[in-house]
């Protein structure tokens, strides 16, 4: 069985070579950035999300800690901390799992499954088991105010369509005044 240390190294490899954008803090393995976008056929299909990613010295055997830097409304997401309530990440969690589980499962599930009966946000779940319309109208305002322009470096191929537009206006406008003389 491999130390801890190696594993962190083939975890952390092997999300890098996997389709999201990872980005280190500082030289250590223990702390980086990883940009997740919201899964196909949810709320949160194309907002684009930082989550910050630590690994604990005892990493696998103990979880690693997980949070969205970028706001998000869900219930099981804390507002202010981006704090997740995954109980597979907070309790569960065991080394079988990695960090391309956490990516490409537990994040889409949380997200795709809300538990409004175990939040860390009560407002969305009040909401959400409340008046469903409204709550998945704020989470499409939440991903528009904050998953698509903030993202880092992904945030140009989310805003295309309202980009290509005001590009759009102002060259038509720029051709009609060039062609009128």
Known sequence: ??????RREMDLMKLMMSDY???MVNDGMQEFFVDFHGPKDSLYQGGIWKIRVELPDAYPYKSPSIGFVNKIYHPNVDEM??????DVINQTWSPMFDLVNVFEVFLPQLLLYPNPSDPLNGEAAALMMR?????E?????YCERHAKHE???ASQESSDDEMSDDEYDSSDEAVVGKADP
């Open 151 to 153: 993202a880092a470096g």
């Open 1 to 6: 069985m491999s130390s801890p240390s190696k």
């Open 131 to 135: 008046d469903k319309t409204a709550y």
């Open 21 to 23: 954008k990872v980005e």
């Open 81 to 86: 901390s981006g704090s997740v309530c995954l």
């Open 137 to 141: 109208q704020k989470v499409k305002e």
